[in-house]
């Protein structure tokens, strides 16, 4: 073997010592490892400097600890980069409050809320910055449609802005904008608001504003800097219909369907159809408009107890679907069976279940037990076993006990959180709960493939 030159060997070594000395530089200067300083009153130092590249100016209120940055003309991009130079001992908190080392921070900036940014000494305190952004030149906005669907008596219609926009409001003390839908024709106008990027309004007559050809939209951003789009018009959408609250449960000698959720028509013809993976073919209900909803009044006597898949129709469209589960007097069920997000539990899953093995889902029992108070203990032994049956082949599943927290309604519930076994076999397994009690719900009405 050939010896390495004298020459290379030195070179190498000292490359290898420079990385070391660099690695040992970066470590000594480590924020974490850095004692906090401290003002003459005994309060921490947080902040240095902050520096954004692309700025012209960036004024900060130390009463306040305010940053306003100022952009220039027509500046575009979606996102500027804050550059935070921090004193001895600090770090950047991020979106759950927990420490990182990071220094810098993206922001999109464009029709946003004023950015807040928090700041914690490793002695605990911390400290709260907030950036607002003010781009110069008059805004450039776009809607994606000037034919806007109306679903209801209220909308939330996107808004794209290309410039001259910052955070809303752009510098402290302003108001947000104002937003403004007139009728040229007429002069006839209607007020709304606008919020993260979306304009909103609630609309007291629909009729009126489907009737308007078209209007134009003014958005005030405040520093006489106004956007004005021009021959906006409103359309009918196709509803979005939906059962409200705790509605699933029917009793089809006593109960009738109401459906909310869009702007229905007396001129279309509405139809719910109940089905389930038991029943051979659906049974169809009309359904008849009244004011802002549509109703079956009577239910189908003749339907067996159990789960349903409830599709509403207008004309031959679906416009939407819920899960119901018809009893003749109150009794244990299965309100709703998904996989996915722990805040679904507020919905009803009416999407059919196919499941791998080892994956986790959720099932929420009817009654659920609930509580008002945060002090309540929940008991997993409460909670039902979810019965997996395919012919002979049986399996039940234990839950874990998961609280799912409505804070709307400062309710909380409990739910089973449940795992497909690795040993059970692949195929299609009709699904139910077996309560403490060893009462058994009839199956949900999906039933569930394995894979």
């Known amino acids: 073997m050939r010896k390495m030159p004298l020459y290379i060997l030195l070179l190498v070594t000292t490359v290898f010592l420079s990385a070391c000395r660099k690695q040992q530089d970066k470590e000594e200067v480590a ?16 902040l240095r400097e902050l520096k954004v590249p692309d700025a012209e100016n960036i004024v900060y209120d130390s009463l306040t600890r305010n940053f306003t940055i100022s952009l220039p ?11 935070l130079s921090l004193y001895g001992g600090i770090g950047l908190l991020d979106s759950t409050e927990s420490l990182t080392e990071s220094t810098g921070i993206k922001f999109s900036y464009k029709g946003s809320k004023p950015l807040r940014f928090q700041l914690r000494a490793t002695d605990g305190e911390e400290m709260t ?6 781009v110069a030149g008059q805004p450039r906005v776009q809607l994606p449609n000037t034919d806007i669907p109306l679903y209801s008596g209220s909308f939330a219609l996107p808004l794209k802005i290309i410039s001259g926009v910052g955070t809303t409001p752009s510098a402290p003390g ?58 906006v018009r409103f359309v009918r959408g196709l509803p979005r219909a939906h059962l409200q609250g705790f509605d699933n449960i029917l009793f089809p000698k006593t109960d009738s369907i109401t459906v909310y959720g869009g702007y229905f028509s007396p001129n279309e013809k509405y139809e719910v159809r109940f089905s389930s993976d038991f029943l051979s073919q659906p049974v169809s209900r009309e359904m008849k408009y009244m004011d802002s909803a549509i109703v079956a ?5 003749n339907i067996a107890p159990g789960s349903y898949l409830a599709t509403f129709y207008e004309g031959d469209k679906v416009i939407g679907k819920s899960s119901v589960y018809f009893s003749e007097d109150k009794t244990h069920s299965v309100e709703t069976i ?39 203990a929940f008991n997993e032994k409460d909670l039902p076993d979810l ?27 409990s739910v089973g959180k449940y795992s497909v076994p690795a040993n059970l076999p692949a195929g299609i397994y009709q699904a ?18 394995v894979r």
Do not use: C
Request: hydrophobic share 35%; charged share 20%.
């Open 73 to 83: 003309t027509n500046f575009s991009k979606d996102e500027i980069n804050l550059n």
């Open 129 to 134: 910055y907030q950036v607002y952004v003010t």
């Open 174 to 231: 302003q108001p947000t904008p104002g937003v403004k839908f007139v009728d040229p024709k007429s002069g006839w106008a209607m007020e709304g608001f606008y919020q993260d990027n979306q304009i909103h309004a609630y609309i007291p007559d629909v009729s009126k504003l489907l009737s308007l050809s078209h209007l134009t939209l003014e958005i005030n951003f405040g520093d006489e800097k106004k956007a004005v789009l021009e021959r």
């Open 31 to 46: 924020p974490s490892t850095l004692p906090v300083e401290y003002y003459p009153d005994g309060s921490p130092k947080f």
């Open 432 to 449: 139910s709960l077996v309560f403490p009690d060893k009462k058994e719900s009839k199956p949900y009405w999906s039933k569930i493939t």
């Open 297 to 301: 009044g009577s239910l189908p006597f």
């Open 338 to 376: 998904w996989k996915g997000q722990l805040q679904q539990a507020l919905t009803r899953n009416t999407e059919r279940l196919s499941f791998r093995k080892g994956d986790i889902f959720y099932a929420k029992p009817w009654p659920p037990k609930y509580s008002m108070s945060s002090t309540t």
């Open 387 to 413: 019965r997996m049956k395919n012919g002979t082949m049986v399996m039940d599943l234990r839950p874990q006990l998961v609280v799912v927290h409505w804070a709307v309604a400062g309710l909380r519930f």
